[in-house]
């Protein structure tokens, strides 16, 4: 009896049966023809991430600081005063080079005016050659300091003009070290500003830029903020593999060579202004999509 009744019932199940395998053979056909069609028209990489200009702010002068009105992570706009030193040793050094330039320029009138009156003793023989020419040469000493004393006072009003350190770009601070009252040095790194342009650079094999051309539309995902992508292009190809301008570059003379598919930087454009409700930062995670046809 129980054979009858498992063969009564075989065939319902079959028909049952019959619908899901052909909806499960259509979705995995339409899942094959998808990943060809994407395989064919498109280039993708999860090996790429934001890139930018990272400026390192230092001083040029050496001073204590006076005031930092910045501070960690703020927005900055180009020119916006990051650190100020004090000014008052400088601004001493402008009175001092200004008090010099106008002695200086007193010699040079004074020079001036004894090479005038030797000249025309000269022309009545009532001094020696000698003498005329000594004058000439103070003379030009003399101009000679007025030039050496406007320099100085050039150079101590440019000093005076390095104790406002500004941004040089528009960005954010970040890694800001510097703290109120310390004595810095020329060189010395205070912070650094990372600017607002922003660009992916994306490490595809080496096999993938035979399709790869500079112009390409392309579709940019980060990581940070999932279902969201910006738009964007190929803008240029790196000439040269990263491997080759790594800090140790690999010798393949070496003898034991294995061959392994290289990978090249793309640099690759946002098309549109990314919203601030998306901020971006060096060295985050991107999905580039690039349509090669």
């Known amino acids: 009896m129980e054979k009858v009744e498992k063969a009564k019932k075989l065939p319902g199940a079959q028909?049952?049966?019959?619908?899901?395998?052909?909806?499960?053979?259509?979705?995995?056909?339409?899942?094959?023809?998808?990943?060809?069609?994407?395989?064919?028209?498109?280039v993708a990489t999860d090996d790429a991430f934001i890139d930018g200009n990272v400026l390192m702010v230092s001083p040029k002068v050496s001073a204590h600081v006076l005031n930092i009105p910045v501070e960690d992570n703020q927005a900055v706009a180009a020119g916006a005063v990051l650190v100020e030193l004090?000014?008052?040793?400088?601004?001493?050094?402008?009175?001092?080079?200004?008090?010099?330039?106008?002695?200086?320029?007193?010699?040079?009138?004074q020079a001036r005016q004894d090479s005038d009156r030797y000249a025309k003793l000269s022309e009545a023989d009532e001094i020696s050659k000698q003498q005329m020419d000594r004058a000439l040469l103070r003379a030009r000493i003399a101009a000679a300091k007025v030039a050496e004393a406007e320099a100085a006072l050039q150079k101590s009003?440019?000093?005076?003009?390095?104790?406002?350190?500004?941004?040089?770009?528009?960005?954010?601070?970040?890694?800001?070290?510097?703290?109120?009252?310390?004595?810095?040095?020329?060189?010395?790194?205070?912070?650094?500003?990372?600017?607002?342009?922003?660009?992916?650079?994306?490490?595809?094999?080496?096999?993938?830029?035979?399709?790869?051309?500079?112009?390409?539309?392309?579709?940019?995902?980060?990581?940070?903020?999932?279902?969201?992508?910006?738009?964007?292009?190929?803008?240029?190809?790196?000439?040269?593999?990263?491997?080759?301008?790594?800090?140790?570059?690999?010798?393949?003379?070496?003898?034991?060579?294995?061959?392994?598919?290289q990978r090249v930087p793309v640099k690759i454009v946002f098309d549109e202004t990314v919203d601030d409700r998306y901020p971006l930062s060096v060295g985050m995670s991107v999905v580039p999509e690039v349509k090669v046809r």
């Open 15 to 42: 028909l049952l049966t019959l619908p899901v395998f052909i909806a499960a053979g259509l979705a995995a056909g339409l899942i094959f023809a998808w990943v060809i069609f994407k395989n064919v028209c498109y």
């Open 86 to 109: 004090d000014p008052r040793d400088f601004e001493i050094r402008g009175r001092m080079a200004a008090a010099e330039l106008e002695g200086a320029k007193a010699e040079e009138e």
């Open 157 to 261: 009003a440019l000093d005076l003009s390095y104790t406002r350190i500004a941004s040089p770009v528009a960005g954010h601070v970040a890694r800001k070290s510097v703290t109120l009252g310390a004595f810095v040095q020329p060189g010395q790194s205070l912070m650094a500003v990372v600017s607002d342009k922003k660009w992916v650079v994306a490490n595809f094999k080496e096999t993938d830029l035979t399709r790869l051309r500079p112009g390409q539309k392309a579709a940019l995902t980060i990581d940070a903020y999932p279902g969201h992508s910006w738009a964007g292009h190929v803008d240029s190809v790196q000439r040269g593999t990263g491997a080759r301008f790594s800090l140790f570059p690999p010798e393949n003379a070496a003898g034991n060579y294995v061959k392994v598919v």
